[in-house]
């Protein structure tokens, strides 16, 4: 079965530092998003990309967050400026159609914790 | 109100039982439903979509009131197995997913 891949599956970053999360699409999806998780917390959208350009994004997704699509195959979330308050799962998750209910896949996630 | 709203639980059943989650939505979440399972800090999986005529999947069962704007999801013949937190998720008018904080189930031997 077709899987988004992220990596790492774990970061520990110093506050302040920049932090790249990875992920990697599934191959014919057309739309990709992030999502993040505070431990404790309900999932909460970050950020939606269709078409190498941000479709929408949430009040969380400020200016220390960028995202892009470098190559083919990779979909990066950067950090710019890490906070403590961005210590968090963070998912990465494709579709194929904007209805994407069914064709939503997550991937594993990225534990990302900023000491 | 809250988009996607649940009941935390933990609900605490034994094996066997039949266990019952209810959600309730706002307008700006409407556009699809879906229950996610997610096991301890892992990442969300599909369980099933909910249609409006109800649909049943195995042992899970799923409904859709629009009037109340109230979704169920039933599970028969609980497994220990089934122990993970569910959550009720809405997608929006503009495709993005709107996830309620989940309910926890155990389900005890």
């Known amino acids: 079965e077709p899987e988004v891949t992220q990596t790492p599956s774990h970061q520990v970053t110093q506050m302040g530092q920049e932090v790249i999360l990875r992920c990697v699409p599934i191959?014919?999806?057309?739309?990709f998003y992030w999502y993040r998780q505070i431990l404790g917390q309900k999932v909460e959208f970050l950020v939606s990309?269709?078409?190498?350009?941000?479709?929408?994004k949430s009040e969380i997704f400020d200016d220390q967050f960028s995202v892009e699509r470098p190559d083919g195959s990779n979909f990066t979330l950067k950090i710019r400026s890490t906070k403590l308050e961005d210590s968090a799962m963070y998912f990465c998750?494709?579709?194929?159609?904007?209805?994407?209910?069914?064709?939503?896949?997550f991937g594993s996630g990225t534990r990302l914790t900023v000491v | 109100r809250k988009e996607v709203e649940q009941d935390p639980g933990p609900f605490n059943v034994p094996e066997g039982a039949t266990v019952a989650f209810n959600c309730t939505y706002s307008?700006?979440?409407?556009?699809?439903f879906f229950w996610y399972r997610q096991d301890c800090r892992k990442e969300p999986k599909l369980l099933m979509s909910?249609?409006?005529s109800g649909n049943e999947d195995g042992r899970f069962t799923a409904q859709l009131n629009r009037a109340s704007q109230y979704i169920s999801l039933l599970i028969r013949d609980s497994k220990l197995s089934d122990s993970a937190t569910y959550l009720c998720?809405?997608?929006?008018?503009?495709?993005?997913?709107?996830f309620g904080s989940g309910t926890r189930l155990l389900v005890r031997p």
């Open positions: 998750a494709s579709s194929g159609g904007q209805r994407g209910g069914y064709g939503y896949t």
């Open positions: 990309f269709y078409n190498n350009e941000i479709s929408e």
């Open positions: 909910v249609y409006s």
């Open positions: 998720v809405g997608m929006d008018s503009s495709y993005k997913l709107i």
């Open positions: 191959s014919n999806h057309l739309y």
């Open positions: 307008n700006s979440a409407s556009q699809s």
